[in-house]
C-alpha cells in the first residue's frame, strides 16, 4: 500500500508539495476539492505509477511515494515498480475508448479452464519478470554502449589533439576518429593490456621531439678513444725513472737541499763559462779544490739521467687530454639532446679528471728532475673508472649522433614510427584507466545472453497468446459489460458488441445502430466508469490485491445517477487493498465520506482519510493537499462548508494573501446558493440576484453593497491577478471588512436561517 507522497515537486500545478503536517494514507482515501484544484493532476501521478513512466509534460517532475514495507517509488525507479494500480481518470478514458464507435477488447479469463487458466497466470508472470529483467538489462547495455561510444570518442579527440600539434600535416591524425581508434585497439592490444608499459613523462616528450617533421643533415664526427694498456705501460716506465739513481760524491746539503742543488749547479756553469776564479755572489775565490767536489757531484752519468727526465717530461706532456671537438647539440634531433648532452658533460668530466691525475705524475716527475737522487718518489696508477668513463661517454656521443644520421637518411620512416609509438602509449593510458576491453567482454556477454533471452520471451509470448486466445470469452465479456452498463443507467437501450475484425467493442443503440459518437456526456462517463470497473477483473485480476483510484467518475451525472454510481463503485471497489476518490461534487463526497467514516467507527481504527486539494490563489498557481477541515468531514452540504470556511475567516485581523482570493470565491458561492434560495425567479442569473439582494435590503449602505460585488467579480473570477503594490494592500485591506458585509447582508435578509447557520459552524 502507497503511505504518503513524501514531495511532488513541478508535477504540473503541484510545483511544491510535500507531506508535512498531512495523515498517512488508510485503506479508503477520500479528496475533496473545486475544478481547477488540481484533482485532475494528482490522478495523473498515479496513472505515471500504472504506466510506470511519466508523460513529457511532466518529464522533469521530482516525487516519493514511500510504501508501507519501508521502499518507495520516485521519478527515477518507476519503470521498476511492481504496484497493482489501477486508475480512472481523463487519461484512461483518452487511452482506451475511441467514442466514435469502438472499445478496446475486454478479456475475461473463462473459469472453467482451471488448469490452462493456473498456467497462464505462472507464464505471465515469469513472462513479466523476465520482460522488467530483459527490459533493464536493454538499458544497462545501452547506457554501458553509449558509454564506451562516448569514451572512444573522447580518446580519439584527445589522441587526435595530441598528435595534430606535432605535425599538422598528417592527414591520419588530422582525421583521426572514434573509427580508427577502435581499429587500432583491435590491430595492437589485446588480452594482456594491462602487461604493456606506458611511458614516463620524459620518454612521451622524447617521442614527442623524435615525431616532429624537421629534417636535419648528417654530421660527420671520428670518435676517439683511449686504451688503458697505454697508460699502464707508462706508470712502469715512469715507475723506473723515479727508482733510478747515479753514483756522485755527493754533498750533503746539496742532496738534502734541492733550491741550492739546482742554484749551484748553475753557478758551476757559469763560473766554467767565463773562466772566473772569484765567487760572483761573495767574491771569494772558489779553490780547486771546492770545484772537483762539485764536478764530482755533478758528472756525466748524472746529467745523462737528467736528459732523460727531461725528455720522460716531455712525453708526459703529450700524454694529456686534449679537448675534442663535438658537434653542437643544437645541430642534432631535439629527441636525442637530452642523452647528448648527458654524454658531453660526462666526457669533459673524465677528460679533467684523467688531465688531473696526469698532472699529479708530472708533479712527481718534476720533483725527481729537481732531485734525480731521490728514489723514494712514487705516483698512483690512472683510474680505470675514469677511462671507461672516457670511453663511455664518447661511445654515447657516437650513438647518438649516429641515431641522428640514421633517422636522417630514413626520416619518413622514423617520425612515423615514432608516431605509432605515442599513439600506442595514449591509447594503452586510455584503456587501462578506462577498463575499456572488460566492459566491450561485458557488453558482447550480456548482449548475447540478453538475445538468447529475448528468443525464450518471444516463444513464451506466443505460447501466452495461444492460452489467451482459448480462455478469452468475448461474449462473456459483453455481456458482463452490458449487464453493469444497464444496471448503472437503469435502461438498456446502449449495448456493446464484440467485433472480430477490429477486436473491440462496438457501441449500439437499441441493439442495431451505431452511435457514430451520438452519446451524451453522462452516457460516455457511464460507459467510461463501468468499462474501467470491468477492467478490474481483466486475466482474473484480484481486486484484494489492487490499489484503485478514480478522479471524479460522476463529472457528468444528474443528482439521480450519483447514487447510482455511488453503490456501484462501493459493490466493485470496496474490497480494494486500498481506494483513491477525488472529486469536486460535495453530494458524491458526502456518500463515501459517510460509507468510509463508518469503517473507522466500525473497526475503532484509522483506516478512513479525508482531504482537501487546494490552490494557493497566487501566480503562478500553485496547489497541495492537506488533511480536510472539521467543518468539511462533519457538515451534510457544501453550503454548510462554505459557509463555516468563510465564518472562520471573518474575525481575522488580515488575511493573508492566499486566504484573501479564497474569501472572494467563498463569498461568490456562498451568495449564489443563499440568493438562489432566497429569490428563486432569478436563479442562474447572479447579477440578477445580487440586484433582487440589494433591493430587499435596506440596513446596508449601497457603497458596500457594491463593494461586495465589485470584490467578488474581480477577484473570484478574474483570469489574470493584478500584482501591483497599490492593488495588493487594498484587497488584503478590506477583504476582512467585504466578510463581514456579506455576513451582515445574509442576516437582515433572513435573520433566522443566519443564526441558525451560525450556531451550527460553531
Not at 482451471?114 to 508472470?125: A, H, N, Q, T, V
Not at 483513491?580 to 481504527?605: G, Y
Not at 440596513?699 to 458596500?704: H, M, R, W
Request: hydrophobic share 35%; net charge neutral.
Amino acid at each position: 500500500m502507497i503511505r504518503n507522497i513524501q514531495h511532488l515537486k513541478e508535477f504540473g500545478i503541484f510545483r511544491n508539495h510535500t507531506n508535512d503536517s498531512v495523515k498517512d494514507f488508510g485503506k479508503y482515501n477520500l479528496f475533496y476539492g473545486w475544478n481547477g484544484s488540481g484533482k485532475s493532476t494528482l490522478s495523473e501521478l498515479f496513472r505515471s505509477i500504472e504506466n510506470k513512466s511519466t508523460y513529457n509534460k511532466f518529464s522533469s517532475a521530482k516525487f516519493k511515494l514511500n510504501l508501507n514495507d519501508g521502499s518507495a517509488v520516485t521519478e527515477k525507479n518507476i519503470s521498476t515498480s511492481n504496484l497493482n494500480i489501477y486508475t480512472f481518470n481523463e487519461s484512461f478514458i483518452d487511452d482506451n475508448i475511441s467514442w466514435s464507435s469502438v472499445v478496446k477488447s475486454i478479456l475475461l479469463v473463462d473459469e472453467t479452464k482451471i488448469k490452462e487458466r493456473k498456467k497462464l497466470e505462472e507464464l505471465i508472470d515469469l513472462q513479466k519478470y523476465e520482460l522488467t529483467f530483459h527490459s533493464k538489462e536493454n538499458k544497462e547495455i545501452e547506457a554501458l554502449k553509449n558509454n564506451i561510444s562516448k569514451f572512444e570518442t573522447n580518446s580519439a579527440r584527445h589522441i587526435r589533439t595530441s598528435l595534430q600539434s606535432i605535425d599538422t600535416s598528417d592527414n591520419y591524425y588530422l582525421n583521426y576518429d572514434k573509427r580508427r581508434f577502435e581499429t587500432f585497439v583491435g590491430n595492437n592490444l589485446d588480452k594482456k593490456i594491462l602487461d604493456i608499459p606506458v611511458y614516463d613523462e620524459k620518454k612521451v616528450i622524447e617521442l614527442t621531439n623524435a615525431a616532429k617533421p624537421e629534417k636535419k643533415s648528417q654530421i660527420e664526427f671520428v670518435p676517439k678513444k683511449i686504451s688503458k694498456e697505454t697508460f699502464f705501460k707508462a706508470k712502469e716506465r715512469l715507475d723506473d725513472l723515479l727508482k733510478t739513481s747515479v753514483i756522485s760524491k755527493t754533498i750533503r746539503r746539496l742532496v738534502e737541499n734541492d733550491d741550492i742543488k739546482s742554484w749551484v749547479e748553475e753557478g758551476v756553469e757559469l763560473h766554467k763559462k767565463h773562466d772566473a776564479d772569484k765567487c760572483e755572489f761573495c767574491g771569494n775565490i772558489v779553490t780547486a779544490e771546492r770545484i772537483e767536489k762539485l764536478d764530482g757531484h755533478f758528472n756525466d752519468d748524472y746529467k745523462d739521467f737528467q736528459n732523460r727526465l727531461i725528455k720522460a717530461n716531455d712525453w708526459l706532456i703529450d700524454q694529456y687530454i686534449l679537448p675534442v671537438t663535438l658537434p653542437a647539440a643544437s645541430d642534432l634531433y631535439d629527441e636525442l639532446k637530452s642523452k647528448y648532452d648527458h654524454a658531453c658533460i660526462s666526457l669533459c668530466e673524465a677528460q679533467a679528471s684523467l688531465n688531473e691525475e696526469i698532472t699529479g705524475w708530472h708533479d712527481v716527475l718534476k720533483e725527481k728532475m729537481a732531485n734525480p737522487l731521490n728514489v723514494e718518489l712514487t705516483v698512483n696508477p690512472i683510474s680505470g673508472a675514469t677511462v671507461t668513463k672516457f670511453n663511455d661517454a664518447m661511445e654515447a656521443i657516437d650513438s647518438a649522433i649516429k641515431k641522428h644520421n640514421h633517422k636522417s637518411k630514413n626520416f619518413t620512416e622514423e617520425t612515423t614510427k615514432a608516431k605509432k609509438q605515442l599513439e600506442k602509449h595514449y591509447v594503452t593510458v586510455e584503456v587501462k584507466n578506462f577498463n575499456y576491453q572488460d566492459k566491450k567482454m561485458e557488453v558482447r556477454d550480456r548482449s548475447a545472453a540478453n538475445k538468447s533471452l529475448k528468443k525464450i520471451i518471444e516463444t513464451r509470448q506466443a505460447e501466452i497468446r495461444e492460452l489467451e486466445s482459448s480462455l478469452s470469452n468475448e461474449s462473456l465479456g459483453a455481456d458482463q459489460f452490458n449487464k453493469s452498463l444497464h444496471k448503472f443507467l437503469g435502461r438498456s437501450e446502449l449495448t456493446l458488441r464484440f467485433n472480430q475484425q477490429s477486436k473491440g467493442y462496438e457501441i449500439l443503440r437499441n441493439g442495431s445502430d451505431p452511435v457514430d459518437g451520438n452519446l451524451s456526456e453522462g452516457e460516455k462517463t457511464a460507459i467510461a466508469f463501468v468499462y474501467f470497473i470491468t477492467k478490474l477483473r481483466e486475466n482474473d485480476n484480484n481486486i484484494e490485491n489492487t490499489i484503485v483510484v478514480l478522479d471524479d467518475p460522476i463529472s457528468s451525472f444528474d443528482s439521480n445517477h450519483l447514487f447510482h454510481a455511488y453503490s456501484f463503485m462501493k459493490l466493485n471497489c470496496e474490497k480494494a487493498k486500498q481506494l483513491f476518490v477525488l472529486t469536486h461534487n460535495f453530494t458524491f463526497f458526502k456518500l463515501i465520506r459517510d460509507w468510509i467514516a463508518r469503517k473507522n467507527k466500525k473497526d475503532n481504527q484509522n483506516i478512513s482519510n479525508f482531504y482537501i486539494v487546494k490552490e494557493s490563489g497566487e501566480q503562478p498557481r500553485m496547489s497541495t493537499y492537506t488533511n480536510a477541515d472539521k467543518s468539511l468531514i462533519n457538515y451534510n452540504s457544501e453550503y454548510h462548508y462554505i459557509f463555516s470556511r468563510l465564518y472562520s475567516l471573518k474575525n481575522q485581523t488580515l488575511l493573508e494573501m492566499d486566504e484573501h482570493f479564497l474569501a472572494a470565491n467563498l463569498s461568490r458561492k456562498l451568495l449564489e446558493a443563499f440568493l438562489a434560495f432566497k429569490f428563486p425567479k432569478n436563479r442562474g442569473n447572479f447579477s440578477n440576484l445580487m440586484d433582487a439582494a440589494a433591493a430587499n435590503c435596506k440596513n446596508l449602505e449601497d457603497e458596500k453593497k457594491e463593494k461586495i460585488r465589485k470584490f467578488i467579480n474581480e477577484h473570484s473570477h478574474n483570469d489574470l491577478i493584478e500584482t501591483n503594490e497599490d492593488f495588493v494592500e487594498g484587497v488584503l485591506g478590506e477583504g476582512v471588512s467585504v466578510i463581514s458585509d456579506v455576513f451582515f447582508w445574509i442576516k437582515e435578509l433572513d435573520k433566522q436561517h443566519y443564526n441558525e447557520m451560525v450556531q451550527v459552524v460553531s
